[in-house]
């Protein structure tokens, strides 16, 4: 897509005038990818690690400071795939998806050209268009938010397996709810897409996106439940900002985008038992962990009641 074929409001925009200024950074890890053509419908880390390398194309074509860290082995054929590119790849120094991820957004972060920080799962190659990318970050740009939670549109769900848009839309409602009865999300403020994953914020803003904390499981009747809650795992580098920012009274915004999910993705992960129950217990994990952060948010400024959910020093 040419500055020619863009909206005038995007194409004259901040991001077109100054691309490196936005760091696009993601983390990948696919040990079974091989180069060539794809041998099955069912090889996963194929699918999955072709459209990351799209997508990180996308971003070096559009000019953006682009940052990966990837899990495999340093002499893999996915890694040589990335070196390929003209994009930043680093080495994953920790496991877990929070602390791979938090890796990626400190190193775009030290970067001194880089004002805003975006991220993405590295397979949604739809988002890293000027269309949706830039639109998404005008609200930032232009309406003063720290943190903007992209929001997909009404077709864009028609795109993904059924069972997915039943998933994420239980689990976006449960988190809104939980956000509103705890007096973080006014009443007539749209509903966050925060299961859709992108997430956009300003630089100054990377210590929201940085914290480590530990959650203590209880004994009885809930420990079966809370034996799920993984704090390292999508909650402390993209739902627990969120939570953080509202508490604090930073401006949160929801921009509407025309997302679409990558046909053989969906076409992959259609009737996959496996996929479902990794939902199953995500989405128990984040709403269980979500909870407890809210309540010791409110402990550190009404103590003495104590929660389950302790911030650890993340000094490193």
Same mark, same amino acid.
């Given at each position: 897509?040419?500055?020619?074929?863009?909206?005038?409001?995007? %194409?004259?925009?901040?991001?077109?005038?100054?691309?490196?200024?936005?760091?696009?950074?993601?983390?990948?890890?696919?040990?079974?990818?091989?180069?060539?053509?794809?041998?099955?419908?069912?090889?996963?880390?194929?699918?999955?690690?072709?459209?990351?390398?799209?997508?990180?194309?996308?971003?070096?074509?559009? /000019?953006? !400071?682009?940052?990966?860290?990837?899990?495999?082995?340093?002499?893999?054929?996915?890694?040589?795939?990335?070196?390929?590119?003209?994009?930043?790849?680093?080495?994953?120094?920790?496991?877990?998806?929070? *602390?791979?991820?938090?890796?990626?957004?400190?190193?775009?972060?030290?970067?001194?050209?880089?004002?805003?920080? %975006?991220? =993405?799962?590295?397979?949604?190659?739809?988002?890293?268009? *000027?269309?949706?990318? +830039?639109?998404?970050?005008? %609200?930032?740009?232009?309406?003063?938010?720290?943190?903007?939670?992209?929001?997909?549109?009404?077709?864009?769900?028609?795109?993904?397996?059924?069972?997915?848009?039943?998933?994420?839309?239980?689990?976006?409602?449960?988190?809104?709810?939980?956000?509103?009865?705890?007096?973080?999300?006014?009443?007539?403020?749209?509903?966050?897409?925060? +299961?859709?994953?992108?997430?956009?914020?300003?630089?100054?803003?990377?210590?929201?996106?940085?914290?480590?904390?530990?959650?203590?499981?209880? =004994?009885?009747?809930?420990?079966?439940?809370?034996?799920?809650?993984?704090?390292?795992? !999508?909650?402390?580098?993209?739902?627990?900002?969120?939570?953080?920012?509202?508490?604090? /009274?930073?401006?949160?915004?929801?921009?509407?985008?025309?997302?679409?999910?990558?046909?053989?993705?969906?076409?992959?992960?259609?009737?996959?038992?496996?996929?479902?129950?990794?939902?199953?217990?995500?989405?128990?994990?984040?709403?269980?962990?979500?909870?407890?952060?809210?309540?010791?948010?409110?402990?550190? !400024?009404?103590? *003495?009641?104590?929660?389950?959910?302790?911030?650890?020093?993340? =000094?490193?």
């Amino acid at each position: 897509m040419t500055k020619q074929e863009l909206h005038p409001d995007l %194409a004259n925009c901040e991001l077109a005038r100054h691309p490196e200024s936005l760091a696009v950074v993601t983390t990948t890890f696919y040990p079974d990818w091989y180069s060539g053509d794809l041998n099955s419908p069912d090889h996963t880390d194929k699918i999955r690690g072709d459209l990351a390398l799209q997508l990180l194309t996308q971003s070096q074509e559009l /000019g953006h !400071s682009t940052l990966v860290v990837d899990g495999g082995d340093e002499g893999s054929d996915f890694r040589s795939a990335l070196n390929e590119l003209d994009v930043q790849v680093l080495t994953q120094k920790e496991r877990g998806m929070d *602390p791979a991820r938090q890796e990626a957004f400190q190193a775009a972060a030290e970067l001194d050209q880089v004002k805003i920080i %975006a991220w =993405s799962e590295p397979e949604k190659i739809s988002f890293l268009t *000027p269309t949706c990318l +830039w639109q998404a970050t005008q %609200a930032m740009l232009k309406e003063g938010c720290d943190l903007v939670v992209p929001a997909r549109d009404e077709e864009s769900f028609s795109t993904y397996p059924a069972a997915q848009v039943a998933y994420e839309t239980r689990a976006n409602t449960r988190f809104n709810h939980l956000l509103r009865i705890s007096d973080l999300l006014p009443p007539n403020d749209p509903d966050l897409d925060a +299961w859709f994953g992108p997430r956009i914020f300003r630089k100054e803003f990377l210590p929201y996106f940085m914290g480590r904390y530990q959650f203590e499981a209880s =004994s009885g009747a809930a420990a079966d439940f809370h034996s799920h809650v993984n704090t390292g795992a !999508s909650n402390s580098a993209t739902f627990f900002p969120i939570i953080r920012a509202l508490h604090e /009274g930073k401006k949160v915004g929801s921009v509407t985008i025309p997302y679409r999910h990558p046909g053989i993705q969906t076409d992959n992960e259609v009737d996959n038992p496996a996929m479902d129950d990794k939902r199953h217990i995500q989405y128990m994990s984040i709403v269980t962990a979500s909870l407890h952060y809210i309540q010791s948010l409110r402990d550190s !400024s009404n103590p *003495p009641r104590q929660t389950r959910m302790t911030q650890l020093d993340n =000094s490193r």
